[in-house]
């Protein structure tokens, strides 16, 4: 299975920013995986923001204050990430990433050091710069 984010290098303040993950070589509805967006700010640990599953249910993290939407679309077998309300503080290296239930627990609380991890199936990852 392979993964390949894509998505405007540049946003602006205030805009909403889209990304999407092109999944090929695999389904995304296939059982039991679940689809994460992740991003690694310059100089810190990373942030999981939220997950889609094979079964098309979404989970947030909070931190994110309600400005994520992960959807899905199954002919395209893409994820797309949604983030409203942009800030510099949103600037990063966006990864999308494939895993099991039980490798997610590895993404909460104060986020892996450095991105991608050694586990599930990761994108090349995309630079995100929001600049006026």
């Known amino acids: 299975v392979q993964l390949q984010e894509s998505g405007p290098g540049l946003v602006k303040p205030s805009q909403t920013l889209s990304l999407t993950c092109a999944v090929s070589?695999?389904?995304?509805?296939?059982?039991?995986?679940?689809f994460s967006w992740l991003r690694q700010p310059p100089g810190k640990r990373s942030e999981w923001i939220g997950y889609i599953n094979y079964d098309g249910k979404t989970y947030y993290n909070l931190n994110i204050n309600g400005r994520a939407s992960i959807t899905r679309d199954i002919v395209k077998n893409e994820i797309t990430l949604q983030l409203s309300s942009l800030t510099a503080e949103d600037t990063a290296i966006y990864y999308c990433?494939?895993?099991?239930?039980?490798?997610?627990?590895?993404?909460?609380?104060?986020?892996?050091?450095?991105?991608?991890?050694?586990?599930?199936?990761w994108g090349q990852g995309t630079q995100v710069t929001v600049s006026s």
């Open positions: 990433a494939r895993t099991t239930p039980g490798e997610l627990d590895s993404f909460y609380g104060n986020g892996l050091p450095s991105l991608p991890a050694d586990f599930g199936v």
């Open positions: 070589d695999a389904t995304i509805v296939t059982p039991y995986y679940y």
